[in-house]
């Protein structure tokens, strides 16, 4: 499953929790790798993943190296899968994205341990959490990141004030400081406006609200915490919300999502900083009118990515210097400025590309929210097979926002379908 900074909206959180498994073993004898040719430097990104002016300037900056890039469009993941397997045309230096980092950690032969090349030196440049996605449990190393997708409350102001809320970000994140918080919100603007309803999606809501969490669906032993109180958890609120009838049950980025967001009839959402660029295309009457407040109970992170080096490379020094460069701080800040590409570098928060007042947000700085929320992100254990066993229970959510299933079979189900899911690929 391929999902870009845009897609990963348009599928839903939802669609992510059913992400595709891949093997735990690659099959490949790392000892017999062959090595790419010497004075070249092959590198894959996906469309959008690399911001053009530091891709341009990095190419410029390592002459001697012979950067080719290459922009892989459609299922990316599958076709690196496709090309390793295969054996050749495997580039020295490629993304991996971070919906997919967690299954690439059990190939991790495939890859150069960056930390063998001087990656030591420099990953106090980057947020712990992040790096440590990259990390598999031994140590290894397999990418630096390109990116993080820090989330927030989006929402209207002027539905808030008109409905009995506060407007200003402050007063927003002193009263909605929790999920609880919120729903009851929730209600009461549902009360005065029946047609705003404060939850885009609760499906969308429980998959942020389990990321907001140091645990998931199977613990660092390989084994099934899917039934444990930190999901239960997530359910219930988003059952809460379903139920309370403040769910908007609107999918991202379809007709409806960009209707209700410009009409006001889905006045809040949360997600992550790359959402700003779904809300801003949605919306064409109301700039001006949104605004950015803490995500209700903590932060979370989705999407990011990373560029890591194949075993396949003639030169894993001189491939490293290149990510160290593309990825520097500066570099980072670039990225934003050109293509929206949020930092994972923090040094980067306070460069001026990321200090500039939006007037689609009323003038207030994003960076503001978005970067103490990056720091304040929890470190969390995400296993290989973590997005497959969690899929039943975004599959078991739309039954309950249907109305074909009581939560509670819901709940059974969801539990009973990932542990069978689990069970069929070794999870305890």
């Known amino acids: 499953m391929e999902l870009s900074r845009r ?63 290459s922009e ?38 495939r890859f150069v341990d960056l930390n063998t090349v001087g990656a030591k030196d420099i990953l106090g440049d980057y947020l712990e959490w992040k790096v440590k996605q990259a990390t598999t449990l031994d140590g ?6 390109i990116d993080i997708g820090p989330t927030a409350l989006f929402y209207r102001e002027d539905v808030f004030t008109a409905g009995g809320l506060p407007g200003k970000p402050d007063e927003v994140a002193a009263q909605l400081k929790t999920w609880d918080d919120l729903l009851a919100a929730g209600l009461e603007l549902k009360a005065k406006n029946p047609k705003a309803l404060i939850v885009s999606d609760a499906t969308d809501m429980y998959g942020i609200i389990v990321s907001q969490g140091t645990e998931r669906y199977i613990d660092k032993d390989n084994k099934f915490i899917g039934d444990q109180d930190h999901i239960r958890r997530a359910w219930d609120l988003a059952v809460k919300a379903i139920h309370t009838k403040v769910d908007a049950k609107t999918l991202g980025g379809t007709p409806d999502w960009n209707a209700g967001l410009d009409q006001g009839t889905v ?25 950015l407040a803490p995500t209700p ?39 934003f400025a050109d293509a929206q590409i949020f930092p994972a570098a923090p040094k980067a928060y306070d460069m001026p590309q990321l200090k500039a007042a939006d007037p689609f947000f009323g003038g207030q700085v994003p960076i503001d929210v978005f970067g103490p929320a990056a720091k304040a992100i929890p470190i969390a254990y995400e296993a290989p097979l973590d997005s497959a066993v969690g899929a039943p229970y975004g ?23 990932a542990k069978q899911i689990g069970k069929r690929q070794g999870v305890q």
């Open 395 to 417: 599959t078991q959510l739309k039954t309950v926002q249907s109305g074909s299933k009581s939560s509670e079979q819901a709940w059974k189900d969801a539990v009973a379908q």
């Open 297 to 335: 109970s903590g932060p979370a992170n989705f999407g990011g990515s990373f560029l890591g080096i194949t075993k396949n490379a003639a030169d894993p020094s001189a491939a490293f210097e290149v990510i160290k460069y593309m990825l520097s701080a500066d570099n980072q800040a670039k990225a």
């Open 267 to 291: 006045p809040a959402l949360s997600g992550a900083a790359w959402v700003a660029l779904d809300v801003k295309a949605a919306c064409k009457t109301s700039v001006g009118k949104w605004r």
């Open 72 to 109: 892989i469009g459609d299922d990316f993941k599958q076709k690196l899968l496709t090309t390793f397997n295969g054996g050749t045309n495997i580039p020295d230096i490629t993304g991996l994205k971070g919906e997919d980092i967690a299954s690439w950690l059990p190939q991790a032969d």
């Open 7 to 69: 897609t990963l909206l348009a599928g839903g959180f939802a669609a992510v929790l059913g992400g595709s498994l891949v093997g735990c073993s690659s099959g490949m004898d790392a000892s017999s790798t062959k090595k790419n040719a010497s004075g070249n430097i092959a590198l894959w990104c996906w469309p959008g993943g690399l911001g053009k002016t530091v891709l341009d300037d990095t190419i410029a900056h390592f002459p001697d190296q012979h950067i080719k890039y």
């Open 140 to 145: 290894k190393l397999l990418g630096i990141p």
